[in-house]
Structures are given as C-alpha cells and as structure tokens.
C-alpha cells in the first residue's frame, strides 16, 4: 500500500520523459501483475526457467549463421528443439537422441514416430518405473 501511494504521487510529478519517469510509468503499468503475485504465492517470482531453456538458442545464434543453408538452418532448428524438449520432459538429451536414432529406422507409421516425441518416451519410461517391483 505505501509502495502504491509513493507509486500514484510520484507519477504526478515526475517528468515523463526522464529515466526515472519511464521507471515509474513502468512500474504503474506493471502494477496489476506485480499484485497478482503478492495475492497468490504461486507465481514465479522471475521467468528463470524460461529465459534457461532459450539461452542455448541466443548463444547458438551466431552459430548459425554459418549453416551454409536453408535446409542446415532448418535441421539444426528442429535438433534444438527436440534437444530442449528432452531437457523440458525430464529425458537426457545424448540417451535420447541415441534412442531415437536406433529406434527410428524401423518406424512404420506416423504413430511409431510420434511414439518417439519426447513427452511420449518420458511418459512410456515413468510408467514402466512405477510398475517394477
């Protein structure tokens, strides 16, 4: 409540335009979030997780620039995103990718495949923990 009163009278007062001014309309505008986190503590603080998982594609960005191709950029893409959805679903991506490349080749259908996506694996391994004795 204080923050909230210093928030409205300091709004008034301070110059727009001015570095502290854009703090304080940032800080009004954010307001209703920052309230939604002090009435339910089971919000996050901080988007850590999230900014973690994208850190290997900023730091991968220059990387691709030497591709060399449409088509390279496109696999490498598609790597990093079945590499971070492992990670995502609780499955090492080196054994993951070691067994999707083993069990890949005898895919038959479209449901073989999908039965490979990372969700599924983890999904198939935690059910097959829970039943052995």
Do not use: C
Not at 72 to 94: Q, R
Request: zero cysteines; hydrophobic letters at 40%; charged letters at 20%.
């Amino acid at each position: 409540d204080k923050l909230k009163s210093w928030l409205n009278k300091t709004l008034q007062h301070t110059p727009p335009k001015m570095a502290l001014g854009k703090a304080i309309q940032y800080l009004h505008n954010q307001w209703e979030r920052l309230v939604g986190y002090l009435e339910d503590g089971t919000y996050p603080i901080d988007n850590n997780p999230a900014e973690n998982a994208i850190r290997p594609f900023v730091i991968g960005r220059k990387n691709w620039l030497f591709a060399n191709s449409q088509s390279g950029a496109k696999a490498s893409a598609n790597l990093y995103s079945l590499i971070e959805t492992a990670k995502a679903n609780g499955l090492e991506p080196f054994s993951y990718l070691q067994r999707v490349f083993t069990l890949l080749p005898n895919a038959q259908s479209l449901a073989d495949i999908e039965a490979l996506l990372p969700w599924q694996l983890a999904h198939h391994d935690n059910h097959l923990a829970s039943t052995e004795v």
